[in-house]
């Protein structure tokens, strides 16, 4: 229940992701008091085609504030702002006028323009683009499918050129819906995921519009994260409500975490796992494959990060449970890999789709290696859990050699974790034990929705700066690591040569 005498303001988060949508009301101090979700189906038309029907991604979104706001009704509640979080990189295009898209939002799984980047790589445009956006060329940023969209939807391009059309990515288009079509604008780390957007100049970049043929007056203003993003239209709930913050999922996340000094790292463990890496102000390119892209910018500052996946985290459970039939449940890996006091030099290198960085083997297939007459199911089991702790080794090792930035080697480093993985202490403890730093679980289990919700309240001035939002951060468990140095290394360089055997 409320105690709305102790609240002074509320924070509404729009989290657009993937596979759902969510609203969810936060006090001031990030308790989430009012939920409400969708879940979002994926169309898949052709083979390696992902798309969402437009009108039911608006159509959830409304749905799921309008409830929570009615939730609210009998509380004496001050809502000071509105902030929206998405799914990155998922494209969209719709008519200025009408407001109707033009083609269903091409999701950012979708892989239809591999052959358009593939002649870029292969024209040699590799460098300059990872020079001006920090990406790879890759079908995953929305660049190509822009493309695509203009070139396959009959006079799309011409409108394009006329300015009738405005593409955005999924906070665009709700930004454009929310406010009736009068804002059109984006934010920076948004932008960042476009190919389009120069990282270091902080602008549109000609020479990249004129490379993947996209005209310039499609694009949608560039704002920091903090910004009057404008008013909902009065219609949508009754009153107008500010729009004060936006940000991709994950640097939402980042920002939720509190990771504001440059080394700290948040790592979301879902079906997989994305971990960014506060770099501070300076822009690097990494040599290990990842990614750099805008952290946050908020006033006149410009956070980079450094961003890497790990393609299967928790899908490797699911993959236990409902492919081999090992588990019951997700939860009974636990308890299963406990069973056991190692995992008898068996290593599960799950590979399903491919290995992140600092491999990048798109084309690396899984393998359970070290299998004995003695091995079983516990041993397999914990093996797939330990994969966790050794894949994000292999993952910050690269953060801190790309950055220069060595926290993590010495006693300040902190990894802040988050996503539906976190539940499991064997794994969080054996990530701590691996990276031989401690793991921090936040008291707000919702990093991603806290996130925006926290940039609203900072341009609501319901928080003055980015001191009083980490101040307030509280951590709800803490693992710290407990093995020795010789047993860690040993593990690792087992777990190195199991890799080579699926990298060969
Ligand atoms: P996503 O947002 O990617 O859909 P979630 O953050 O909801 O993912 O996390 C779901 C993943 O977490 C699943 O892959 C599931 O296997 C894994 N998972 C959930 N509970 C546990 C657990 N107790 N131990 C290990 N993995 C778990």
């Not at 169309?43 to 959830?60: F, H, N």
């Not at 030099?345 to 798109?362: D, I, M, Q, R, S």
Request: aromatic fraction near 10%; charged fraction near 20%; proline fraction near 3%.
């Amino acid at each position: 229940m409320i105690n709305s005498n102790a609240m002074r303001y509320a924070l509404l988060a729009i989290d657009q992701g993937t596979t759902s949508t969510r609203a969810i009301l936060f006090s001031e101090k990030g308790e989430p008091f009012f939920i409400r979700q969708k879940e979002l189906v994926l169309q898949y038309p052709q083979k390696g085609w992902v798309e969402q029907d437009p009108e039911t991604i608006w159509q959830d979104t409304l749905w799921v504030c309008q409830n929570v706001l009615k939730d609210t009704q009998h509380y004496a509640i001050t809502i000071a702002g509105i902030g929206i979080t998405n799914q990155r990189e998922t494209t969209l295009i719709w008519d200025r006028t009408t407001g109707k898209t033009l083609y269903n939002a091409i999701v950012w799984q979708d892989r239809r323009t591999v052959e358009a980047c593939s002649k870029l790589i292969n024209a040699g445009y590799s460098k300059t683009i990872a020079e001006k956006t920090g990406l790879l060329i890759d079908p995953y940023f929305s660049a190509t499918k822009i493309a695509w969209i203009l070139d396959h939807v009959p006079g799309a391009r011409v409108r394009a050129q006329n300015g009738d059309l405005a593409f955005g990515t999924v906070d665009t288009f709700l930004l454009w819906r929310l406010t009736g079509g009068k804002v059109h604008a984006t934010d920076v780390t948004n932008a960042s995921r476009t190919l389009l957007y120069n990282i270091t100049t902080n602008q549109w970049d000609d020479e990249l519009l004129a490379l993947f043929d996209i005209p310039s007056a499609i694009l949608p203003e560039v704002k920091a994260n903090v910004a009057d993003y404008g008013q909902t239209t009065p219609n949508l709930f009754g009153v107008s409500y500010t729009i004060g913050g936006m940000a991709g999922d994950q640097h939402a996340a980042l920002i939720g975490q509190s990771c504001f000094e440059p080394g700290m790292i948040k790592a979301t463990y879902g079906t997989g796992c994305f971990a960014l890496m506060n770099i501070g102000t300076d822009f690097v390119i990494s040599k290990n494959k990842l990614l750099t892209t805008v952290g946050y910018r908020i006033g006149n500052e410009t956070h980079y990060a450094l961003e890497g996946s790990i393609f299967t985290a928790g899908a490797v459970i699911q993959w236990l449970r409902d492919n081999l039939g090992l588990l019951v449940d997700a939860k009974q890996s636990e308890s299963i890999a406990r069973s056991v006091s190692d995992s008898n030099e068996v290593y599960f290198v799950p590979a399903f789709t491919g290995l992140g960085a600092p491999y990048w083997k798109p084309f690396a297939r899984a393998a359970i290696t070290g299998l004995s007459r003695e091995s079983h199911k516990a041993h397999i089991v914990r093996a797939a859990l330990e994969a966790q702790g050794y894949q994000s080794r292999d993952l910050i090792e690269a953060m801190m050699t790309d950055s220069g930035i060595r926290n993590m080697d010495s006693s300040n480093g902190v990894l802040r974790v988050d996503g539906g993985m976190v539940v499991n202490a064997f794994v969080c403890q054996f990530i701590a034990d691996m990276i031989n730093q401690t793991v921090e679980i936040p008291a707000v289990s919702e990093s991603t929705a806290w996130g925006a919700a926290v940039l609203a309240g900072l341009q609501s001035n319901v928080y003055e700066n980015l001191s009083e939002i980490s101040s307030n951060w509280t951590c709800s468990h803490r693992y710290k690591p407990s093995m020795d140095a010789i047993e860690r290394d040993a593990l690792y360089a087992g777990w190195k040569n199991a890799v080579l055997s699926v990298v060969r």
